[in-house]
């Protein structure tokens, strides 16, 4: 298969793919990989069948052919194609929550200054940074990446980019407990879609629907939460688009147990569970069982609440993700209390305290601790951050 040729079936595959014909796309796609002669156009088409699983779920074979995109970049000596490839390799593992992985091979990105190709995806690099760092509970580091990321959108005019930024920001603060920015960004991200996203996959609008949805369940706005995730789930079930799918059906759960509905909040954990198991999302794995535990606590089941933290803190653990260990720690603690054990109370606390101190939630004006409840926060320009009252 020649050049022209091969172009010619990326874009038929292409065609297929945005008209949600996704199996058929990747059919013609692999074809041209197993075809083609040229390696420009088995990179191109590397790249397509890339973003096709990592929509669909498909994390390991999206990190497969990542790994088969490096050797064709290699061959083409380009380091413009070299930075593109390790990106994508950097994304594949943040999918799959290999967290010190996509760090590292993020760091490669941005150590090979190629031509403006690469510097055009620097902003992507660092926003893929920022969500391996949150995912790791380094707020601060996280909280530069993405500041890094926006200069980079605003300076490039690449509106995609902000709004992609804008979610990851929703995401940042609703961690650390500051709602309205939690609403801000993924508002912002919103009104970036209506503006300019008439030719942008509809994933976008998508997306900022489910973090505006997870903000106003965190203000307890649970019908305008529920909107929005409907409106998010619409998306994903058009679009195949099995990672959203599990997290819709997690927000869903939490809305139903805010509003103390057990009966109807388990069996969407139970789907979202599913769906996080498949695609390899332990963080989300995590956000599920805390939800589950919740939910027993409120039925006064504390022994089946100790079952799900258990499951939980093996994940936490094997993640880094400390603020997940934080929050297990402080639901340990309040049945640990009620039970009246004193000795696992106090382990707890214990512990609670450290995951504090590891990473560094202090307030540096008031001393109290970051993320404990909903309060309004100042970052620095050095991306430290404290309490705006």
């Known amino acids: 298969m020649g050049q022209d040729q091969t172009k010619h079936q990326i ?6 793919y945005q008209s949600n014909q996704t199996e058929k796309a990747l059919r013609v796609w692999m074809r041209v990989l197993e075809k083609s002669a040229d390696p420009a156009g088995r990179f191109r088409v590397l790249g397509c069948l890339i973003t096709a699983h990592a929509e669909m779920g498909r994390y390991k074979d999206m990190l497969k052919f990542a790994v088969v995109q490096i ?21 594949s593992n943040e999918k799959l929550c290999e967290f010190q992985k996509t760090i590292s091979y993020c760091k490669t990105c941005l150590n090979m200054q190629g031509t403006t190709v690469s510097l055009q995806l620097n902003g992507q690099v660092s926003l893929s940074m920022g969500n391996a760092f949150l995912g790791l509970s380094i707020f601060q580091k996280a909280l530069e990446c993405f500041e890094k990321a926006l200069r980079y959108a605003h300076n490039n005019d690449d509106k995609m980019l902000e709004c992609r930024v804008c979610c990851s920001l929703g995401n940042f603060y609703t961690q650390i407990k500051d709602y309205e920015k939690a609403l801000f960004f993924p508002c912002k991200a919103a009104e970036l879609v209506n503006d300019y996203g008439k030719g942008w996959s509809l994933k976008y609008r998508a997306m900022s629907q489910y973090h505006m949805a997870v903000a106003y369940r965190k203000l307890g706005r649970l019908a305008d939460a529920m909107d929005c995730c409907e409106e998010s789930m619409k998306i994903a079930l058009q679009h195949g688009d099995r990672p959203l799918q599990a997290l819709c059906l997690l927000c869903f759960a939490d809305i139903h147990r805010s509003r103390k509905d057990v009966q109807t909040a388990f069996p969407r954990y139970d789907s979202s569970m599913s769906i996080m198991t498949e695609i390899g999302n332990r963080l989300g794995l995590i956000q599920v069982l805390l939800g589950v ?3 027993w606590m409120i039925q006064k089941e504390l022994d089946k609440a100790l079952e799900s933290i258990e499951k939980a803190q093996e ?14 720690h402080c639901l340990c603690e ?9 000795r696992e109370l106090r382990d707890h606390v214990v512990k609670f305290h450290e995951c504090v101190e590891e990473m560094e939630l202090y307030c540096g004006m008031c001393g109290e601790s970051i993320g404990e409840k909903n309060n309004q926060l100042q970052a620095l320009p050095c991306s430290h951050f404290f309490h705006l009252k």
């Open 11 to 16: 874009e038929k595959g292409l065609h297929l």
């Open 71 to 91: 050797d064709t970049a290699r061959e083409l000596e380009d380091p413009d194609y070299l930075t593109e490839s390790y990106l994508n390799l950097a994304r």
């Open 293 to 295: 535990t919740k939910c």
């Open 315 to 328: 994940l936490a653990e094997g993640l880094g993700n400390k603020l997940g260990q934080l929050k297990l």
């Open 334 to 342: 309040r049945i640990y209390r009620t039970k009246e054990q004193q």
